[in-house]
């Protein structure tokens, strides 16, 4: 019974992650003709991981947009970007990870390719956990606001040295599509087509290891985890201690243990295997929190 659960919620939230995916990156014109959609709705940041450069792309990077804030303050674009987000945050915390994040759902179906998994040390696990926070400090917010061109700009480092989510839906398209641009390739598409393969590679044996280890945005959410309004609550009158929650969690979390965990992407498996129902989704408001303290 639970199994069958189980795979019902799966199909369900892998069917919302891939039409999230379809509908956000709708413009079937960028790719037809090359081009990349500047319209309207490329000012606002869709919640997820997403490529400004994609052909298909209809709203802008969130990361990319965070850089931006440090590329030039004059943008009054710019100045929204983390409010927005900290709003998201503080709303669903990581949910957004679980149900809206296409390159997710990608390395997801990697990983259900019949291969033998790697289960990474607990120890260097813990420590590897810490290295997207890392990213988000130094590539997303500090390189960009001290180091500055010549002309007065800084540079978007996460998206132009790292994001493999940038090499896979605007840099490959944009290559295969523009001859000009394939006549252009140098060493740093080469790097970043390594970094996108290794992750590829990764997410065959290892679930989900950039979300786990490398993406800033994750990171960002992961800040409002414990605070968001949305959280994972365990009836411990309920609860009969069997484990299967922990075992079913693929992100290493003990639902019963940290049930709002920094690391839990709120995908909602765990609730599904529970055999007494003891975990749950709530909605809590402000007022709730604001008296509780």
């Not at 390739?185 to 990764?202: E, H, N, S, Y």
């Amino acid at each position: 019974m639970g199994n069958n659960r189980l795979k019902k919620h799966g199909l369900i939230r892998k069917g919302v992650q891939a039409a999230w995916g379809i509908i956000s990156n709708g413009y079937l014109k960028g790719f037809l003709t090359a081009s990349i959609y500047k319209g309207p709705l490329k000012n606002f940041c869709v919640p997820g991981m997403n490529c400004y450069s994609c052909p298909g792309a209809l709203g802008a990077c969130p990361i990319g947009a965070m850089q931006s804030i440090f590329d030039a303050r004059r943008r009054k674009f710019a100045f929204y970007v983390v409010g927005y987000l900290a709003a998201i945050g503080l709303l669903v915390g990581r949910f957004i990870c679980g149900w809206l994040c296409l390159f997710g759902l990608i390395e997801e179906l990697l990983y259900k390719i019949p291969v033998p998994k790697l289960t990474v040390p607990k120890k260097l696990d813990k420590i590897m956990r810490y290295f997207k926070y890392a990213i988000l400090l130094v590539m997303v917010f500090a390189l960009p606001f001290f180091y500055r061109s010549k002309v007065g700009s800084g540079d978007p480092f996460f998206c132009k040295y790292i994001c493999p989510v940038g090499t896979l839906e605007g840099g490959i398209p944009l290559v295969l599509l523009r001859s000009s641009m394939r006549s252009a390739v140098g060493a740093l598409f080469r790097w970043k087509f390594a970094i996108l393969i290794l992750c590829v590679l990764a997410s065959m044996f290892i679930y989900r290891p950039f979300c786990k280890y490398i993406c800033p945005l994750g990171a960002f959410y992961a800040l409002f985890q414990k605070v968001s309004l949305l959280k994972l609550s365990c009836d411990k009158d309920a609860c009969v201690n069997c484990g299967a929650c922990a075992k079913t969690c693929k992100m290493n979390v003990d639902p019963v243990q940290k049930p709002n965990s920094a690391e839990c992407i709120r995908c909602g498996e765990c609730t599904k295997v529970c055999p007494k129902n003891a975990l749950s989704f709530q909605r809590k408001t402000l007022n709730h929190n604001l008296s509780s303290k």
